[in-house]
């Protein structure tokens, strides 16, 4: 674990890279030594059919939910959700300028004893010692 869901409304398939939002993300959260690197997993989703605000189209959404195994104290997470929170707004800093479009981003804990768990990525990354 960590698992990174990206929700996105559609309209910004057209104004982001949400491959490279994708990426950005795991790359940042590698560097983070509360998620372990061969749990790290991002994944987007884009949502057709939004609401927002004034209901004009033209509003866009990214939200960014992170689920990782507890036991890890808040002061940890509140500093690896921040880092993340970081990096998904200084990719998106740039096309803010141009388009309304809110982000937000949520860090949940998942109860270990009610997740079981199974791969073989970790068998599969290269040796970086």
Request: proline share 5%.
């Given at each position: 674990?960590?698992?990174?869901?990206?929700?996105?409304?559609?309209?910004?398939?057209?104004?982001?890279?949400?491959?490279?939002?994708?990426?950005?993300i795991r790359a940042r959260a590698a560097t983070i030594e509360t998620f372990p690197m061969a749990g790290i997993?991002?994944?987007?989703?884009?949502?057709?059919?939004?609401?927002?605000?004034?209901?004009?189209?033209?509003?866009?959404?990214?939200?960014?939910?992170?689920?990782?195994?507890?036991?890890?104290?808040?002061?940890?997470?509140?500093?690896?959700?921040?880092?993340?929170?970081?990096?998904?707004?200084?990719?998106?800093?740039?096309?803010?300028?141009?388009?309304?479009?809110?982000?937000?981003?949520?860090?949940?804990?998942?109860?270990?004893?009610?997740?079981?768990?199974?791969?073989?990525?970790?068998?599969?990354?290269?040796?970086?010692?």
């Amino acid at each position: 674990m960590p698992h990174f869901q990206i929700e996105y409304s559609a309209s910004l398939e057209a104004v982001v890279d949400i491959g490279q939002l994708c990426e950005a993300i795991r790359a940042r959260a590698a560097t983070i030594e509360t998620f372990p690197m061969a749990g790290i997993r991002v994944r987007a989703t884009r949502v057709d059919h939004v609401a927002i605000a004034d209901g004009n189209p033209k509003h866009g959404f990214i939200d960014l939910s992170v689920r990782l195994r507890e036991g890890r104290p808040d002061a940890v997470k509140r500093d690896a959700i921040d880092q993340i929170f970081a990096t998904l707004k200084d990719f998106m800093i740039p096309t803010m300028a141009s388009h309304s479009i809110a982000l937000s981003a949520e860090m949940r804990d998942i109860n270990a004893d009610l997740s079981p768990k199974f791969g073989t990525i970790r068998d599969h990354l290269e040796d970086t010692a």
